[in-house]
């Protein structure tokens, strides 16, 4: 029973233990957040974050450029080989080419749209930017 008394008798439990309360506490506090300091987290992310990461990429040869056109290869590639498969299936199964054409069908609104936007929004930047560097020269 001496260690019952020795733990609720003295002063420096009773600090250890407000302490430990105190501690608590301020560490739940640090799991919520008010709206300023929201506020402030956004408004720095934004300066520090998005920005510098945003002139990294305005490029044209910036990464998602480049991914961007990979992937428009990709579905055109695709796109052609089916071609190719249909026609070249036929003569062996009429039905195999039959299912690529449906295919075909299926996939010519998408790709074409993957066309234009990718290779088109792309070549008019640059049919734009030659014919600005064509009235410049005059």
Do not use: H
């Amino acid at each position: 029973m001496g260690w019952l008394k020795e733990i609720f008798s003295g002063p420096s439990t009773v600090d250890r233990g407000l302490d430990l309360i105190e501690k608590g506490a301020s560490g739940i506090e640090k799991f919520w957040y008010t709206d300023e300091e929201k506020a402030e987290a956004r408004k720095s992310w934004w300066k520090e974050v998005f920005l510098p990461l945003e002139k990294a990429l305005a490029p044209q040869g910036a990464i998602r450029s480049v991914t961007r056109r990979i992937l428009a290869n990709g579905f055109c590639k695709t796109y052609l080989f089916l071609f190719i498969a249909a026609f070249g299936v036929y003569p062996v199964e009429p039905k195999w080419s039959a299912m690529a054409i449906e295919l075909i069908k299926i996939l010519t609104l998408p790709v074409s749209g993957i066309i234009l936007f990718f290779f088109g929004s792309y070549g008019y930047g640059e049919y734009i930017k030659k014919k600005k560097d064509g009235e410049s020269k005059q």
